[in-house]
T-cell receptor, first 114, second 115 residues
Framework: QQQVKQSPQSLIVQKGGISIINCAYE??????FPWYQQFPGKGPALLIA?????SEKKEGRFTISFNKSAKQFSLHIMDSQPGDSATYFC?????????????FGTGTQLKVEL | GAVVSQHPSWVICKSGTSVKIECRSL??????MFWYRQFPKQSLMLMAT?????????EQGVEKDKFLINHASLTLSTLTVTSAHPEDSSFYIC???????????FGPGTRLTVL
């Protein structure tokens, strides 16, 4: 059972454009929603994260939009750059009662073209 | 920032041998560490949760006798792949959580190739 669904699987964006990646979850026990960026052969690096009591969070070019009622959240990358080309994973965490475990989405391979 | 290291970064071994992978939190104490496995072009799959001073908790379908986890101190967890087979070849990644924070910090990963 896939608890966190992520789309699209791959995305090509022109330099300067906006990259949008979407995730949906089912389990209302999730209490923390991070986004990770992963380059080939490297471990994931935290980009930005949000809690469900906030509808939007912005850090630099990265914004998370969160819709609690729809159980959906998305990552927006503004002014996308070739260096942003990587795989992006959304994740959802069950709090202390759930062992603080992260469940990952399936990943989105982003390519930013010149 | 919080730094998590892994050693080795890559390892090649013969089928039937055992391999140990270390995960260290370099600048913070981690009461909980997590071990993940990632196959090419796939997502991260949680294998087990490692708690300092107690037995690891394994996810469904993960063989605890094959993937031995030890969390002997607040800064070190080890994963030993016993009697490795080619199907165990994968990218193994650990993460560590700081107490009272939400964030899990990931290590750089260990590429295991079993011949």
């Amino acid at each position: 059972q896939q608890q966190v669904k992520q789309s699209p699987q791959s995305l090509i964006v022109q330099k300067g454009g906006i990259s949008i990646i979407n995730c949906a979850y089912e389990n209302t026990a999730f209490d923390y929603f991070p986004w990770y960026q992963q380059f080939p052969g490297k471990g994931p690096a935290l980009l930005i994260a949000i809690r469900p009591d906030v509808s939007e969070k912005k850090e630099g070019r990265f914004t998370i939009s969160f819709n609690k009622s729809a159980k959906q959240f998305s990552l927006h990358i503004m002014d996308s750059q070739p260096g942003d080309s990587a795989t992006y994973f959304c994740a959802a965490r069950k709090g202390p009662g759930g062992g603080n475990k992260l469940t990952f989405g399936t990943g989105t391979q982003l390519k930013v073209e010149l | 920032g919080a730094v998590v290291s892994q050693h080795p970064s890559w390892v090649i071994c013969k089928s039937g041998t055992s391999v140990k992978i270390e995960c260290r939190s370099l600048d913070f104490q981690a009461t909980t560490m997590f071990w993940y496995r990632q196959f090419p072009k796939q997502s991260l799959m949680l294998m087990a949760t490692s708690n300092e001073g107690s037995k690891a908790t394994y996810e469904q379908g993960v063989e605890k006798d094959k993937f031995l986890i030890n969390h002997a101190s607040l800064t070190l967890s080890t994963l030993t792949v016993t009697s490795a087979h080619p199907e165990d070849s994968s990218f193994y990644i650990c993460s560590a959580g700081r107490q009272s924070t939400d964030t899990q910090y990931f290590g750089p990963g260990t590429r295991l190739t079993v011949l």
